[in-house]
Every structure is written in C-alpha cells, then in structure tokens.
Nanobody
Framework: QVRLVESGGGLVQPGGSLRLSCAAS????????MGWFRQAPGKEREFVVV???????YYADSVKGRFTISGDNAENTVYLQMNSLKPEDTAVYYC?????????????????????WGQGTQVTVSS
C-alpha cells in the first residue's frame, strides 16, 4: 500500500549539485526508516544512506561529506542533497522504506531489509 516516487535526477557536471526527492504515500512517514540506494550499469545495487524514524543517519564511505539526507514529515518526503558530484556517482537512485523493525536490528546496508521501493531516478555526472 505504501508508494514511493523519486524525482530530481538529471545530468550534472562533475563538481555540481543535485537534490533528489522521494515522496511517500499510503503510510505514516514518521514511522518509517528511509534509505537511498543506487545502481550503476553492470553493478550491484549499493547502499548510499539511511535515516531512521528517530533521525539517526548513516552514510556509505563513498558519499560521506558530500551527500546529506533529510526528511520533511509534514510533506511525507525524504531528500538527498548531493554535492561535489563525481562521475562515479552516476547511477539510478532508489529510495526505500522499512517500518517493522527497530532500527538497531535493521541491516540497513542490505537491500532486502527494506519493504518498499520507488521506481528510481537517473543521475548522470558527466562533462
């Protein structure tokens, strides 16, 4: 019943910035842990960042200091601000939601830990 829709992807030059959005419907946003994953051609889907329902955040080493996750409970939306983008950031970015586990027991780096997924949005970093 929960539906997630990503938006905000596009083409950006190296060093540029992009802001992705994930709008949720069909549930109480504040009750969910929300994650971002990405998948490049020929590669496995990889963890990017997660924010817990209590606003704890954990980032993949590859994006620390460059990406920031945040949420807006009133709008049922989670955001991913991406700065200092690199060509290796090029991928389809997916948001995901999980509600039935305490965060301390959630294997948040593993895609099968999440219950709901968006359709993805393409991010291309190229000159």
């Amino acid at each position: 019943q929960v539906r997630l829709v990503e938006s905000g992807g596009g083409l950006v030059q190296p060093g540029g910035s992009l802001r992705l959005s994930c709008a949720a419907s069909g549930g109480t946003f504040s009750n969910y842990h929300m994650g971002w994953f990405r998948q490049a051609p020929g590669k496995e889907r990889e963890f990017v960042v997660v924010i817990s329902s209590g606003d704890l955040t954990y980032y993949a080493d590859s994006v620390k200091g460059r990406f920031t996750i945040s949420g807006d409970n009133a709008e049922n939306t989670v955001y991913l601000q991406m700065n200092s983008l690199k060509p290796e950031d090029t991928a389809v970015y997916y948001c995901a939601a999980q509600r039935n586990k305490y965060f301390r027991y959630l294997n948040y780096r593993t895609e099968n830990a999440y219950d709901y997924w968006g359709q993805g949005t393409q991010v291309t970093v190229s000159s």
